[in-house]
């Protein structure tokens, strides 16, 4: 079985989150005997792992990816799980996002014919819904078994412009906060019997959008602090509201904290009366640019695509931030992202088989 054969026989599964569509059974056989499989299933998600010690050294590298997809909505050309090929183009649900990362590892680690150490793969059938239940939970049995790996390479989409132009060596974490400023509702002939909040937080609003709450570094851009909802009143024209509710999220990098952004809004607010509240949907990670993982991929790149990769720590978040939380040097490299979730998502039967090729020349010379 070719890889591409292997990428449209995953594109078959109708493995909306959290349904592998019986994709996990399917690729148990195709990895075989000489892999070990461990099932973490929790709730109504499966968690898979498989691993297969080549020598004694500790050494131990793991791909991942999650077999979930989103669905498929509304508005296709063609039938978003037939996975048809035409003019080298591949259009179906999960073809970026990310099954055909999912078929190059799995492609590469069944053929690997030698590996100083340890190789394993970790998928899950919810990343792309709430996740509680995914790769969290099978890193947390991992570690109680002592089995956590060393290195990491989660194969989500992570080109721009040109395949194999940006691996992530690390993810942004994400803080929301929701802020309440209090005021005495009454009628707008009579503002000096009111105290009206949107007046009051008129003057704190230009300190706090889009200030950037450090100064970035040689991994992450500054974490900016964005304003995501603002609301007052009642629409209506003579009455001033009694309260002003505003939201914001700010995706940051290891130079700010949940912590820090809240000593921000209090600094800005203190004059003020409010009920304030954050809430961190997840945390940052960031892998060393000289780890022996982002390395090799980095020579696994130019030596089978021919490009100079860059190291980006872009765009929303992922399962790689559970990696680092358990101190696992991980980095992701897939295919263009540029359709991800999209109707019409494809890839290209050439960016298939050159992930497919790097993978191959990663173990070989890790």
């Not at 148990?28 to 010690?53: A, M, P």
């Not at 897939?334 to 497919?356: M, P, Q």
């Amino acid at each position: 079985m070719t890889v591409i054969e292997l990428f449209q026989k995953l594109l078959r599964f109708k493995s909306v989150t959290p349904d592998d569509d019986g994709a996990f059974d399917f690729i148990e056989e195709y990895l075989g005997e000489e892999w070990t499989c461990i099932n973490i299933d929790r709730e109504d998600t499966k968690n898979r792992f498989y691993y297969k010690k080549f020598n004694d050294n500790p050494q131990h590298l793991c791909f991942a990816g999650h077999i979930d997809v989103v669905p498929p909505g509304e508005g296709w050309d063609v039938d978003p799980f037939a996975a048809d090929i035409i003019d080298g183009v591949i259009t179906a649900r999960g073809t970026q996002d990310m099954k055909s990362g999912d078929a190059a590892f799995l492609y590469a680690c069944k053929h690997a014919q030698n590996f100083d150490g340890t190789l394993s793969i970790l998928m899950t059938s919810d990343e792309e819904g709430e996740g509680t239940y995914g790769t969290i939970k099978a890193l947390e049995h991992l570690k109680e078994i002592d089995f956590i790996p060393q290195y990491a390479v989660v194969a989500e989409p992570t080109c721009e412009d040109v395949f194999g132009d940006a691996i992530k060596v690390g993810r942004r974490g994400s803080i929301n906060g929701y802020i309440t400023i209090k005021g005495k509702q009454g009628h707008a002939a009579y503002p000096e019997k009111c105290i009206n909040p949107v007046h009051n937080f008129a003057h704190v609003l230009p300190k706090i959008a889009g200030h950037n709450l450090d100064d970035g570094d040689e991994y992450f851009a500054p974490s900016k602090m964005v304003i995501t909802d603002i609301r007052g009143g009642m629409q209506v024209t003579n009455v001033t509201p009694n309260e002003l509710k505003l939201m914001f999220n700010v995706r940051n990098s290891t130079n700010t904290t949940r912590e820090s952004v809240e000593e921000f809004i209090h600094k800005n607010l203190e004059d003020l009366e409010y009920d304030f509240r954050t809430t961190q949907g997840s945390f940052p990670f960031v892998t060393n640019k000289e780890s022996k993982v982002v390395k090799a991929m980095e020579t696994s790149i130019q030596k089978v695509l021919g490009v100079t990769t860059k190291h980006s720590t872009a765009g929303g978040t992922s399962d790689a931030r559970y990696f680092g939380a358990f101190g696992i040097e991980a980095i992701e490299f897939g295919v263009i992202n540029d359709t991800i979730h999209s109707v019409g998502e494809r890839t290209t039967v050439k960016e298939v088989e050159g992930l497919t090729d790097v993978y191959v020349d990663l173990i070989k010379n890790f």
